[in-house]
T-cell receptor
């Protein structure tokens, strides 16, 4: 079974600075998707960024970028120029393809605190 | 487009009582998921539907939890009887279908259940 591990329960960052969240996963598959979701106090899970495993190029979305290391099974998220609105729980998620049915397996989450 | 709708937003019940949650996915989304998120943890998949059929319910405690999606649109998740450890946020999500791997999951705002 696939597992996703986020080793940092909480990270603190100064406004306008950069913070990096770690994620590792375990899988025997060669093709899959990885995601970072943000969960503010409203509880809704919001997609931040996604990465296809077959793509070597790291995904970027505005101030958010990932460092995908397939061999190491590592998928970190970098938030640049942090803003107060970035404060939330962040979850790393893995999606297998094919018979696994397209569901997401989540890590335990990292809480990001942004200091003004 | 309208998002995933869930109700109620909050529910407080005593142990051994029953409770039901409702979810209306995004129009046209064939796949529907129910996740359980215990405080301080990442979401865990309970059950996944494709139209009105169950794709995966391996993590659903079937002695007390049940779910249905009779017409392939709305879904209800029921707990009977509830236990203290069922206190959690119940998230509903939908996606286009099982094999649109690039299609993200869209989440509702969840129902926070407190069992006393």
């Amino acid at each position: 079974a696939q597992t996703v591990t986020q080793s940092q329960p909480e990270m603190s960052v100064q406004e306008a600075e950069t913070v990096t969240l770690s994620c590792t996963y375990d899988t025997s598959e060669s093709d899959y998707y990885l995601f970072w979701y943000k969960q503010p106090p409203s509880r809704q899970m919001i997609l931040v960024i996604r990465q296809e495993a077959y793509k070597q190029q790291n995904a970027t979305e505005n101030r958010f970028s990932v460092n995908f290391q397939k061999a190491a099974k590592s998928f970190s998220l970098k938030i640049s120029d942090s803003q107060l609105g970035d404060a939330a729980m962040y979850f790393c998620a893995y999606r297998a393809l094919g018979a696994a049915g397209n569901k997401l397996t989540f890590g335990g989450g990292t809480r990001v605190l942004v200091k003004p | 487009e309208a998002g995933v709708a869930q109700s109620p937003r909050y529910k407080i019940i005593e142990k051994r009582q029953s409770v039901a949650f409702w979810c209306n996915p995004i129009s046209g989304h064939a796949t529907l998921y129910w996740y359980q998120q215990i405080l301080g943890q990442g979401p865990k998949l309970l059950i996944q539907f494709q139209n009105n059929g169950v794709v995966d319910d391996s993590q659903l405690p079937k002695d007390r939890f049940s779910a249905e999606r009779l017409k392939g649109v709305d879904s209800t998740l029921k707990i009977q009887p509830a236990k203290l450890e069922d206190s959690a946020v119940y998230l509903c999500a939908s996606s286009l279908d099982l094999f649109s791997y690039n299609s993200p999951l869209h989440f509702g705002n969840g129902t926070r259940l407190t069992v006393t």
